[in-house]
């Protein structure tokens, strides 16, 4: 499987759900690679980190890469059981080239009026990457929502993006928890870290991802 996490809009943790997605196929035993085509390569720093700090951990792969990346996932696509490619929070020719080679992109949203107002340019490069992938299966996903049960914004937010054209919206929900900063933090993955709320996040995300 070849999935990207990607979107034109920035900060709505696309390297935590990219990282915490390699970390989960690992633990699964799976050869995964993690693919950074973002300039500021968070995903890849993460593991840097998990190798110097963790190297009896489940090995996740990691390379970098920018411009033509069509070209270097079909490369490596020959060597790796699944790539999870980690991209930029803008419209760059990398990302652009990553979405012609993947077989799934998620867009994670934040339950906000700013993320949800992007949502019409990432459906614009969608069809027209379509053109030449027409296999893409595109989904939305409300990341960084509120923990408190009093706020409704995710909701709301689920509602707004349940009719949007070319872009199924995801069955899961991925909290804004201090234990997915702290995972980062350590380069390693929430289903690493001991009695927390995230892991079965991640699980069903991965689940409904490789399995659905």
Same mark, same amino acid.
């Given at each position: ?50 190798? =110097? ?11 970098? +890469? ?8 079909? @490369? ?9 490619? @980690? ?5 760059? @020719?990398?990302?652009?080239? +990553? ?57 709301? +937010?689920?509602?707004?993006? =349940? ?18 900063? @702290? ?19 991640? =699980?069903?995300?991965? =689940? ?5």
């Amino acid at each position: 499987m070849i999935v990207m996490i990607g979107g034109v809009k920035g900060g709505t943790g696309k390297s935590t759900l990219a990282t915490n997605l390699a970390a989960y196929l690992a633990n699964q035993g799976a050869d995964v690679l993690l693919l950074d085509v973002d300039p500021q390569a968070s995903a890849y720093k993460w593991t840097m980190r998990r190798q =110097q700090r963790h190297s009896h951990a489940p090995t996740v792969n990691t390379a970098q +890469a920018s411009g033509r990346v069509f070209d270097v996932v079909r @490369d490596v696509a020959k060597r790796y059981e699944h790539i999870v490619i @980690d991209s930029g929070g803008h419209a760059s @020719d990398s990302m652009k080239s +990553a979405m012609l080679s993947a077989q799934k992109l998620y867009v994670p949203l934040r339950p906000s009026q700013a993320d949800l107002e992007t949502v019409g340019e990432i459906v614009g490069m969608i069809a027209d990457v379509r053109a030449l992938n027409p296999t893409l299966e595109a989904f939305s996903l409300i990341s960084l929502a509120s923990t408190n049960p009093v706020v409704l914004e995710a909701q709301e +937010a689920r509602a707004s993006l =349940q009719e949007v054209p070319g872009l199924v919206l995801s069955d899961q929900i991925i909290r804004d928890r201090k234990v997915y900063r @702290d995972a980062f933090f350590e380069g390693v993955g929430v289903v690493e870290m001991t009695h927390n709320k995230a892991t079965p996040e991640v =699980q069903l995300l991965a =689940q409904e991802i490789f399995n659905g």
